[in-house]
């Protein structure tokens, strides 16, 4: 069921949000906001209406407008464009500690930075090159960790349906065991990443 909002009505809204000072937000990630079901219409009635002061304290806020799915509307996120805010901070995940080597790692790679100026200068290189030595070292680590624990799961499971059937050997204990603890260990891991 269609609604019909007349040029009266669009005036008043217009009216209305100039003399509150509401603004609309550049669109991005589509043109329109709504779309008939049939493909042969579509229109920008989603938008957000912000006040003055808002846009004043987050000058570069923006609306994203995101696939339809099964409505006939696209939702929209309200954003702001991180590019805006200067170079990214340097971030470390708890769980990298828990990969074998980290701590020699980072205390390798820091001490063969050899800079040369102002302390907090040489300070400031040293963390933007480390920062891009833990980019390139953090997929090798943690890469397929959700695999990996699958796997796992399915070793184990093999190992417990055998144990149904008969004694497992010495060795099968061990397995056991030892992928017991690499699965808690992994899962650890992958929690501590998606929490972060």
């Known amino acids: 069921m269609g609604s019909v909002f007349s040029q009266v009505g669009s005036a ?15 669109l991005q990630g589509r043109t329109y906001t709504w779309f008939r079901e049939d493909g042969k219409s579509m229109s920008l009635i989603d938008q957000f209406l ?3 002061s808002w846009c004043l304290t987050w000058p570069n806020s923006f609306q994203l407008a995101l696939s339809c799915c099964l409505s006939d509307h696209c939702p929209l996120e309200l954003s702001i464009d991180e590019d805006n805010w200067g170079p ?29 100026g102002w302390g907090v200068y040489v300070l ?8 891009l030595a833990l980019k390139e070292w953090h997929p090798r680590h943690s890469q397929n960790l959700p695999v990996r624990i699958l796997s796992l799961k399915d070793k184990i499971a093999a190992l417990d349906l055998k144990g149904e059937l008969e004694v497992l050997l010495d060795g099968e204990v061990e397995e056991l065991l030892g992928f017991l603890e690499e699965l808690f260990s992994s899962s650890q891991i992958n929690s501590s990443i998606c929490w972060q």
């Open 50 to 52: 912000l006040s003055e």
């Open 124 to 131: 400031k290189e040293k963390f933007k090159l480390i920062k």
């Open 12 to 26: 008043n809204l217009n009216h209305f949000t100039e003399g509150v000072f509401l603004d609309d937000l550049p």
């Open 88 to 116: 990214r901070s340097l971030c470390m995940l708890k769980c990298w500690e828990s990969f074998l080597g980290y701590n020699t790692f980072v205390r390798d790679r820091w001490s063969l930075f050899q800079l040369e």
